[in-house]
């Protein structure tokens, strides 16, 4: 206990000494903790929000027939049998899922004189409440008549002249249906030429009860998290073909990469010139404890003890410069996610431990100039020697 009261009084008093110099490391430590725990929240950060944002790009998995892509055979069709073993499957969390069948049918409206052949799409949600809500904008929709409603694509409405509320008329072989328009905005994809119904409406305009055309899945994770999904989905119904949409888990892999990749080396850099301004503030520190040092080995102190002393010294440099640049580098990462990505950054609790530790370690490294005073004699010290 002696010797522990000692050592701490010493140590308190080597921070007593030179205040300037060791300000000057405090505020070079903090800075580099700082950009630490920026960069570091960003990178964290960047994972969930392009996970998140590729999400809402809709469908990334699809459960279709096996013979589905062979041209020699007409359309293969899916029983709904298949939806049920795909909804008792253990799905990842924020995962949804549609069924959906696709036909050409005939299309006419009260204000086109001729129909038009357009494909005619039946969905419904299967991880949700069991239904694709298709309501008139604006409009209340009697219970019993939100069936009738089918949302028009863009270039399909413009074709049909369709505007809100007209009556349209499907037909197909030998079936009919009848709907109103819900025309839809322009969304640069493929259901801008196409109409989107119910799902039972289309299958008793094909009279084909119980069948659906593929299952279409949206499946948060990382892109390996969904590759392992689709595998092991694979093995549960291996009557179907599942497979992944590669353009968006193989473009957020790369993004996340190149963006990881890039702040982990500003990282290392930032890291490695707090190192090197660290050092040089140790040097000079080093070159004026040279009388003290000789003084405590003279009264018997070891060269061990004396340099624990320095580098209990320099944790705590660490350890003050880490929580204080820590915690200003969360509030940073936030002004920097807004003013580069435009969304600002959620602060990660992990981030703040792991910023402290990097500044302890990267103060104690840098400590190194110090043990030049592990070879100090006592003798040359008293004799004015340089």
């Known amino acids: 206990m002696p010797d522990r009261k000692m050592f701490w009084r010493i140590v308190r008093r080597l921070f007593a000494a030179q205040r300037g110099r060791l300000l000057v490391i405090l505020l070079a430590l903090g800075a580099g903790a700082a950009l630490t725990a920026a ?29 589905a892509g062979d041209s020699s055979t007409p359309a293969a069709l899916l029983n709904e049998a298949l939806v049920s ?30 129909a038009i052949k357009v494909v005619v799409a039946g969905r419904r949600s299967e991880f949700g409440d069991g239904t694709i809500r298709l ?7 009697p219970q019993n008549q939100k069936e009738s409603v089918c949302a028009v694509g863009y270039k399909v409405a413009q074709q049909l002249q369709a505007q809100l509320a007209d009556p349209l008329v499907l037909r197909f072989s030998h079936g009919q249906e009848e709907c109103v328009a819900s025309p839809s905005a322009a969304r640069g994809d ?6 989107s119904v119910s799902l039972d409406t289309v299958q008793r305009l094909a009279a084909l009860p119980g069948k659906i055309s593929l299952m279409q899945l949206n499946v948060s994770g990382t892109p390996r998290e969904i590759r392992e999904y689709i595998a092991a989905l694979a093995k ?4 179907a073909d599942v497979h992944g949409l590669r353009q968006f888990t193989d473009a957020e892999a790369k993004i996340y990469n190149r963006i990881s990749g890039l702040l982990t080396t500003t990282i290392v ?10 050092m040089a503030a140790m040097t000079n520190v080093a070159m004026e404890r040279r009388n003290d040092v000789g003084l405590m080995k003279a009264i018997g102190g070891t060269t061990r003890r004396v ?11 660490g350890l003050a410069g880490g929580v204080l640049g820590g915690a200003a580098g969360l509030l940073l990462s936030i002004w920097l996610g807004k003013g580069v990505f435009g969304v600002a950054a959620r602060p990660r609790l992990i981030v703040y431990p792991v910023s402290v530790a990097l500044t302890i370690v990267v103060a104690i490294i840098s ?4 043990r030049r005073l592990a070879n100090i004699s006592p003798a040359s010290v008293f004799r004015g020697e340089g």
Do not use: W
């Not at 549960?236 to 009557?239: A, D, E, I, K, S």
């Open 39 to 67: 960069l570091l929240n960003i990178q964290v950060d960047a994972r969930s929000r392009l996970t998140k944002e590729f999400r809402a790009f809709g469908t990334n998995v699809i459960v279709a027939p096996r013979d």
């Open 85 to 114: 073993q795909v909804r008792e499957f253990h799905a990842p969390p924020q995962s949804s899922a549609s069924s959906n069948l696709y036909v050409v049918a005939d299309v006419s409206s009260k204000t086109s004189i001729n």
């Open 135 to 141: 309501s008139l904008r604006g409009q209340s929709v």
């Open 190 to 195: 493929e259901e801008d030429n196409q109409i």
């Open 236 to 239: 549960n119904v291996p009557g």
């Open 269 to 278: 850099l930032v890291l490695a010139l707090t190192g090197l301004c660290v």
């Open 307 to 317: 340099m624990r002393l320095f580098l209990a010294e320099a944790a705590l440099l």
């Open 367 to 370: 400590a190194y100039p110090l």
